[in-house]
């Protein structure tokens, strides 16, 4: 079996050490345009390669569009960073898929978790009501916010009314969404998070780039630099164990000396007014278990009927998302402990206004389990931080624009249509057709560039004359600078830029009809 | 059986030997093959970008040509896709409903329709990577996604098995999109390449000597990146292979 | 109007105008393992627990005093075990910050997942399985379910406050995805199989 090599080997077939080979290696010689290698060594240099930077997100300027692609390439253009991001989601795709292929009734799971969702969304205020009587019947304080900014400032007046000044809180994509910590620090509450990876992203002063595994876009040289700075680790200690212990130990003492904690949700259970809470750290059960006051926020949306439906989330969700039967901790809060508080956030901002787009509503189904995030191959070569929001990769694509639909205007283009997504989706949201929903959307909200809208209509009016569509293909060359223009409007150049353009045949089919099989029919 | 044969604008003006392949194949089996003078597109350029309106034109002329036909068959799933499954520009007349049913593309059309069974005049002695596009096989269902949890299926794997010699790698990412995604290999080029460069590099990995997809638009990106960085690969469409083509 | 009645006035105004029925959901257990415990203790090691074998004959308990003979500080919630820190006077969490071993006995446990579940009745302080360093769980064999889906028909999720499965002990694998136990829980949790008596408290 002939193996074809790409041009990453050398003739010979041994791979001189990347550093040895760099294109603008200063220390090359070169005659006749070859490097001359006679007498190179070929083991590992000796002095340390200075760790390759942290490509970062998205550029966001207020509202202006958003350019994914313009991140997306930076990160590309950071190759280590890329190729980890890209094999360790891809390798959570194939746990995934593995866990798959052990439970006979997988299909059957994502069916019931669609049609629960479905059923719940479509009675959304009467298990709200439930879940309310429920919750306050077992003594728990039910709180509704409209939006993130009354989202805040109940939690502010429920920890000012304790005098607690330090919150530990363990992930939730919900108080991301509503910019909690931004306002938390705006009026002196200190917040920790719990979860590594958020903990880490909050150190860095980034935002989390993925639902479930947050820092998944940093290399470990990149949190040996944000901890170095933040809690006096050995900046030239890159090794995981050693910082994840350094981590643990910096964030121990907060968590015991903290006010308050503060947890989202995953599920929440009407019939009996309990929320549920999933992790693999534990953090989510300190939060809760350590000071006397425990906050949730939970969306509307994570309302679900009755206890044995989260049978079938709680073995969908884990699976789905990093291909683990289940979390190490799934945490089931249904009242108070013995001298504490419990209270919870209900939370709209926008979300009750998507249920009654067509289209979109059933995107609410979502259980942020990120798997399409490691399906998509877009995401795994952009980084979470390319989408500059909230939620980022397919569920991103679609549920931005309802948060800002002139920002997000680029993001439902930042896809291939390929279809991964709602296939790996457990509540079977059909991902793919919404973000192509969205693309007419915008284009009927005249949230796409002019110049794209001249090229489109150009292309509909020659693909619709035959005559001229046959004259505008006829020559080889000509087609060679027309055709792609159909479906551009950047030119030829674009597609160019990193890949060869098509060989130009001798004659199109039309002609080669014509000439072979007869005149027109 | 009466066959209206549409062959797409790109493969029209970038790959007319796919078009012959076509049209050659399907005479093969006996079928009066009709190829009408005036097709050009099937809207799915302006519609994909969400410019449905821009499609209109297009569509109606599409459904000019192709009505009265017994089957429309095309070498693109693409465009197959677009024309069951959105296409939805213009009015839909009991015609356009006619002829948007009657669309097929050339592998299901073969598999299902004409349950072809062997391609005796057919030989390709050599090791090639099958790509399913995205379209075929999530939309149109030519084979079992690696997403779902259902028994293994594949309607083109199935019609190249009777073609003699032919020996099949396997892909560490069978079905990973190669980029392609039609606007976005321009408007995201840098992300479109770079899982262009991967997915060549995962065949020529797997010892793959041809890359043989049911779809040229594929082939035409992959191709593409290919030549860019230098990975030898030659590439063929699923028509002129099962036509009789040599290497 | 309230918070309350525009976000339930806004859902209202909005509900998709589609029939959408509760599905009926299956137990999934038409195929149970052939033993629960072996079930258990193979998805238990999966997901990085330990199972601690009883010795054939002998004190059952060895091989939990043999993991707690060198600990500084043992937290015992079980009658079976004495510690030296005793639950009953902890005034607050944060008095427990010192543990090294916690032993708890489970209300149940899930063969399909391996994992155990521990409530407010168990743990007395909730937080002690948590700030501890290592957890130990006593598991009666006779209280395993084979699914999720049966543990959920179980009475403790409608008569506790707090109540959560632990799989293993605390991990994560947020850098590099390289797996670290004891990210911020426990750094071992290990379960011994042992017949428990109906303690009066539960």
């Known amino acids: 079996m002939s193996t074809v090599r790409d041009n990453a080997d050398d003739e010979d077939g041994a791979m001189l050490h990347p550093q040895l080979r760099a294109e603008h290696d200063p220390d090359a010689i070169i005659r006749d345009g070859r490097r001359l290698d006679h007498a190179e060594g070929r083991s590992k240099a000796l002095r340390p390669q200075p760790p390759e930077p942290q490509p970062r997100g998205a550029r966001v300027h207020g509202n202006r569009p958003v350019d994914q692609a313009e991140a997306a390439a930076r990160f590309i253009a950071s190759p280590e960073h890329e190729k980890m991001h890209d094999e360790r989601l891809w390798d959570l795709r194939q746990k995934r898929d593995r866990e798959m292929h052990g439970i006979p009734e997988w299909e059957e799971l994502r069916s019931l978790a669609s049609a629960i969702k479905e059923h719940t969304l479509t009675h959304l205020d009467e298990y709200l009501d439930e879940f309310e009587a429920n919750a306050r019947s077992n003594g728990v304080h039910v709180h509704w916010a409209r939006d993130g900014a009354e989202h805040n400032q109940i939690v502010h007046a429920i920890l000012r009314d304790h005098g607690a000044t330090s919150l530990i809180k363990s992930k939730s994509m919900l108080t991301e969404e509503c910019g909690f910590r931004p306002y938390m620090t705006s009026v002196g509450i200190e917040v920790i998070e719990t979860d590594l990876g958020e903990r880490i992203q909050q150190l860095d002063n980034e935002d989390p780039s993925h639902v479930v595994v947050p820092a998944v876009h940093k290399l470990r040289t990149d949190v040996a630099e944000v901890f170095s700075r933040t809690i006096r680790t050995d900046p030239s200690n890159s090794d995981v164990h050693y910082l994840a212990e350094a981590q643990r130990e910096a964030t121990r003492p907060l968590i015991l000396k903290a006010d308050a904690g503060m947890t989202g949700c995953n599920f929440a259970v009407a019939e009996t007014g309990t929320f549920v809470v999933c992790t693999n ?74 249920l009654g787009m067509e289209e979109f509503w059933t995107s609410l189904k979502c259980i942020r389990c990120g798997a399409c995030m490691n399906t998509c191959p877009v995401y ?66 005249h949230e796409v560039p002019l110049a794209k809208k001249a090229a489109m209509k150009a292309a509909g009016a020659l693909l619709s004359r035959p005559a001229a569509y046959r004259t505008a293909i006829a020559a080889a060359d000509m087609a060679l600078a027309h055709l792609p223009r159909f479906v551009i409007y950047n030119g030829l150049n674009a597609w160019g830029k990193h890949r060869e353009v098509p060989h130009p045949p001798k004659q199109t089919f039309h002609s080669w009809y014509k000439a072979n099989r007869g005149a027109k029919q | ?102 669309t097929y593309e050339l592998v299901e059309f073969l598999h299902d329709i004409l349950k072809v069974d062997a391609f005796p005049w057919a030989r390709f002695p050599h090791r090639v990577g099958l790509h399913n596009s995205c379209g075929t096989l999530r939309q149109l269902k030519h084979a079992r996604p690696s997403e779902l949890n259902e028994p293994f299926f594949s309607k083109p794997m199935d019609l190249l098995s009777k073609v003699e010699g032919i020996e099949f790698v396997e892909l560490a990412r069978p079905d990973e999109c190669c980029g392609f995604g039609g606007t976005f290999s321009v408007f995201e080029e840098v992300v479109s390449t770079k899982m262009g460069y991967d997915k060549v590099r995962d065949h020529a990995q797997a010892g793959a000597e041809y890359i043989v997809s049911a779809d040229s638009s594929c082939l035409m990106h992959q191709q593409g990146c290919a030549e860019h960085i230098g990975v030898p690969m030659k590439f063929i469409h699923i028509a002129e292979i099962l036509n009789g083509a040599s290497a | 109007m309230s918070s309350r009645d525009d976000i339930l006035a806004s859902i209202r105004a909005n509900l998709p105008r589609v029939d959408r029925p509760l599905p009926y959901v299956p137990a999934f257990d038409d195929e149970p393992p052939a033993s629960l415990l072996d079930a258990f203790k193979a998805s238990l090691h999966r997901m990085g627990g330990m199972f601690l074998d009883p010795p054939a004959a002998g004190d059952i308990l060895a091989p939990v005093r043999e993991k707690i003979a060198g600990a500084k500080i043992v937290c015992s919630m079980v009658p079976e075990i004495r510690g030296n820190r005793d639950i009953a006077g902890i005034g ?25 579940l521990l409530s407010d009745a168990d743990l007395r302080v909730n937080a002690v399985a948590y700030l501890a360093q290592h957890l130990i769980v006593l598991l009666d064999p006779a209280d395993i379910v084979v699914n999720l889906h049966h543990a959920y028909r179980r009475p403790e999720f409608r008569d506790r406050r707090y109540a959560c499965f632990h799989t293993g002990p605390s991990a994560t694998a947020d850098i590099e995805g390289v797996l670290i136990h004891g990210a911020q829980g426990v750094r071992s949790l290990s379960v011994l199989p042992m017949a428990g008596r109906r303690s009066a408290e539960k």
């Not at chain 1, 002139?406 to 919404?434: D, M, W």
């Open chain 1, 281 to 354: 750290e534990g953090n989510a059960d300190l939060s809760a278990n350590v000071p006397k006051l425990h906050i949730a926020s939970i969306g509307i949306e994570k309302i679900i009927p009755r206890l044995e439906h989260l049978a079938v989330f709680v073995r969908l969700l884990s699976r789905s998302a990093l291909g683990s039967p289940v979390t190490q901790y799934t945490s089931h809060f249904r009242g108070p402990r013995q001298g504490g508080e419990m209270h919870v956030v209900l939370v709209d901002n926008g979300r009750s206004e998507r």
């Open chain 1, 380 to 445: 795994r070569r952009s980084g979470g931080l390319s989408y500059g929001a909230t939620y980022s990769g397919p569920i991103g694509l679609i549920i931005d624009p309802t948060f800002n639909a002139r920002k997000y205007s680029n993001l439902p283009f930042a896809s291939t249509l390929n279809g991964s997504c709602s296939n790996v989706c457990p509540v079977k949201i059909n991902i793919h057709e919404q973000i192509y929903a969205w693309r007419r959307v915008l284009v009927e909200r």
């Open chain 2, 1 to 102: 059986m009466r066959i209206g044969l549409f062959i797409p604008c790109y493969i029209d003006a970038f790959f007319p030997e796919v078009g012959i392949a076509t049209l050659e194949l399907l005479e093969r089996f006996g079928h009066e093959v009709v190829y009408p003078h005036d097709q050009t597109c099937c809207g799915q350029p302006m519609a994909n970008s969400g410019f449905n309106a821009e499609a209109a034109d297009t569509e109606a002329l599409f459904v000019r040509n192709f009505s009265g036909f017994d089957y429309v068959v095309a070498p693109s799933g693409s465009c197959v896709h677009h024309v069951r499954g959105k296409f939805d520009a213009i009015e839909q007349t009991d015609t356009v409903k006619e002829v948007r049913a009657r």
């Open chain 3, 92 to 116: 607050a969490p944060r008095d427990l910050a010192d543990v090294d071993f916690a032993i708890v006995r489970a209300s149940f446990a899930v063969a399909e997942t391996g994992s155990v």
